[in-house]
């Protein structure tokens, strides 16, 4: 289970599309485990985080203020997660539950679904070898139709990836490289996959992103 019994602390992923309601599961579900566990149990961390060099330079990119080939943006998204590396893992092996608001299967899908002929899918993947692996990922998954109506981000369409062509693409990236249900059927190890249905209304997603969490008999091993 998913106890402080352990001497470390968990990293869970939620993953999915833009306006998916990640940001609000992760915040619902660190209460939820702060409640459970204690207060300070638990930790969200949003990637990208932009509040780093390569944050405000990732932000001015999406942002459509600066313009980067596809290959710079997507190794600039890389090098920010190997930013937090460190943090993440002195939180997790100081007993602290760390929820990452996205993460390298982000990374890998939104450049995949850009179709640039040599970024290949190993070719996204090798710069985020030997970053912390998730022990269960959560993805968080919606119709792309669907996402307009359940967001609560007034300011959707704004960004540089906000486009629902492209949006349906990242999808079935993101299904190409996580697989579905069983560990390592994808294309990348982030622990236990799981499909949560995020067209529900908001509590019935917390509910079930909860009962996954708390059925996943996460090992304790190394990340
Ligand atoms: P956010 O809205 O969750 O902050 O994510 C910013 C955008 O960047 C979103 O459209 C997803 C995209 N993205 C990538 O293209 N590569 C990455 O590695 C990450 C983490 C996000």
Request: proline content about 4%.
């Amino acid at each position: 289970t998913t106890s402080t019994s352990k001497n470390r602390g968990l990293l869970i992923l939620l993953e999915g599309l833009d306006r998916a309601g990640k940001t609000t599961q992760c915040q619902m579900l660190c209460n939820s485990l702060n409640e459970a566990n204690g207060p300070g149990s638990c930790r969200v961390q949003k990637v990208p985080d932009r509040t780093t060099q390569i944050g405000q330079m990732i932000n001015s990119y999406l942002a459509s203020k600066t313009t980067l080939p596809d290959q710079s943006i997507h190794l600039l998204f890389s090098a920010n997660r190997w930013e937090l590396r460190q943090t993440i893992l002195d939180s997790i092996y100081s007993g602290q539950t760390v929820i990452l608001d996205r993460y390298v299967p982000s990374g890998v899908a939104y450049s995949l679904a850009k179709g640039v002929a040599d970024m290949p899918i190993d070719w996204c993947i090798a710069p985020e070898r030997g970053l912390p692996r998730p022990d269960i990922t959560l993805f968080l998954d919606i119709e792309p139709e669907h996402a307009n109506i359940q967001s609560t981000r007034e300011d959707f369409g704004q960004e540089r990836y906000e486009v629902s062509e492209f949006q349906v693409r990242v999808r079935a990236c993101f299904k190409e490289i996580l697989g579905d249900g069983e560990k390592n059927s994808g294309v990348l190890d982030m622990g236990k996959v799981i499909t949560i249905d995020a067209c529900k209304d908001i509590k019935t997603v917390a509910a079930d992103i909860w009962q996954a969490v708390q059925s996943q008999d996460v090992e304790s091993s190394e990340i």
